[in-house]
């Protein structure tokens, strides 16, 4: 199986460089998706990081509402702020990741005047399929496991924030190095919905998929285009930045 490692919403003093470390231990590279507004205080750790040989991708300016619920104008001024920030340590072409409210993926990501400026300035946007939610839940790794054996290529999102991947993440690591898995900082074609500015989809056309389950639901599976997620039937936990729970009929309202 194929593996991209991803983190977000860093960098953060005494995680991203312990993660980093963890990383450079077992000779490994990912992806970090950083927030502006943290990035502005803490450039060294991004800096560490692109030295290091990770990659370096932009992840909103604020990260507390989706590009697609924001006026055109917001939501621009989220990518131009933070790339501006992260500068020279941009990937060739450089790389947006949405905010996507805890994981999920909807026409909410990223509206049609962000979509416009993502693609005159050749941005490819990295999307995912695998959110074990290691912000809130403990047994993170084992659902990541769980995913990564039913996927041929999974892109993993883990947060280099307080009080999520660090405490497991060498333990996950270790066991999924075990499995013989080949890391990658490539992505499936299927997690670019534009590509160094070429669209591949339309993120109007883009169905609701949320990596958890919805209250009153067994058993929800939602398709994405051709990335799908299986939803386990439990209420929703809240984003790392925003508190949320929904029933079934909000969970699919996620997708306006």
């Known amino acids: 199986m194929r593996v991209t490692l991803s983190f977000d919403n860093g960098p953060t003093p005494g995680v991203t460089d312990a993660v980093l470390d963890i990383l450079g231990e077992r000779g490994l590279r990912a992806w970090f998706f950083v927030v502006g507004a943290r990035l502005a205080d803490h450039r060294h750790l991004a800096e560490r990081a692109y030295n290091e040989g990770h990659r370096i991708g932009n992840h909103t300016f604020s990260h507390t509402i989706p590009l697609g619920d924001r006026p055109g104008d917001e939501a621009i001024h989220e990518i131009v702020r933070t790339e501006v920030l992260i500068d020279d340590l941009a990937t060739i072409p450089p790389s947006f990741r949405p905010f996507g409210r805890g994981g999920a993926i909807g026409p909410h990501l990223v509206g049609q005047p962000a979509a416009d400026h993502l693609m005159e300035h050749g941005y490819t946007v990295a999307l995912w399929n695998n959110v074990p939610g290691d912000w809130h839940d403990a047994g993170w790794v084992e659902t990541c496991l769980a995913t990564l ?79 799908a997620y299986r939803a386990s039937g439990r209420v929703a936990p809240a984003s790392p930045d925003r508190t949320v729970e929904l029933g079934l009929d909000q969970c699919l309202a996620w997708s306006r």
């Open 149 to 227: 054996a039913s996927q041929d290529w999974s892109v993993v999102v883990l947060h280099d924030i307080a009080g999520a991947c660090l405490p497991r993440l060498a333990e996950f690591l270790d066991r999924l190095c075990d499995l013989d898995s080949d890391i990658t900082l490539e992505f499936p074609m299927d997690c670019y919905p534009i590509s160094a500015g070429r669209p591949t989809t339309s993120f109007s056309t883009l169905q609701l998929a949320s990596p958890y389950g919805c209250s009153e639901a067994d058993e929800l599976t939602l398709a994405v285009d051709r990335c």
